[in-house]
């Protein structure tokens, strides 16, 4: 199977380090969207795209890829690294999901992931989840990324 990871990892390197864990069981190779062929993406068996959540929503360079990617077909995830816990509600990934399904991708499932965060306010107080991700962190990235892999239906 060939993977792409697709991540926009720009504060502490949290979303790379999750990218980087899943890429070993994957096979994959970890590229950001500047970096990312169009020719080689089109050639993958299953893509990921990741970013940390920054004001609710992922990346926006990472959105503004995935809008400009050509209409598509094949496997995808949606990976995302946070200071805070998502809002049932509003699902920082789900705006990307829609957008790659909307593209003819299917979606295999989407991770989560607690991680340093040293936004404004918690820059106050050296920041929270410092010591995140951590190892149960990252094996938990893995055993997403071998559900993936086997095709067993990861679990969102």
């Known amino acids: 199977m060939k993977a792409v990871i697709v991540c926009a990892s720009v504060s ?3 979303t790379r380090r999750v990218a980087d864990s899943m890429a ?21 068996d299953l893509l990921g795209f990741g970013s940390g959540v920054f004001y609710g929503r992922l990346h926006p360079r990472l959105t503004e890829f995935v809008k400009a990617l050509p209409a598509g077909r094949g496997r995808a995830f949606v990976f995302a690294t946070s200071g805070l816990p998502e809002l049932p509600p509003a699902p920082y990934t789900r705006p990307l999901v829609r957008l790659l399904e909307g593209k003819g991708f299917e979606v295999d499932g989407r991770f989560l992931c ?16 410092k010591q995140r991700p951590n190892a149960a962190d990252l094996a938990a990235a893995r055993a997403f990324a071998e559900r993936l892999r086997d095709g067993r239906g990861p679990q969102s």
Not at 119 to 127: A, E, I, M, R, S
């Open 12 to 14: 502490h390197g949290n």
């Open 114 to 129: 607690r991680a340093f965060d040293t936004w404004t306010p918690f820059k106050l107080v050296g920041g929270i989840n």
């Open 24 to 44: 070993q069981v994957l096979g994959a190779k970890v590229v950001s969207p500047e970096q990312a062929d169009l020719a080689e993406l089109a050639d993958t």
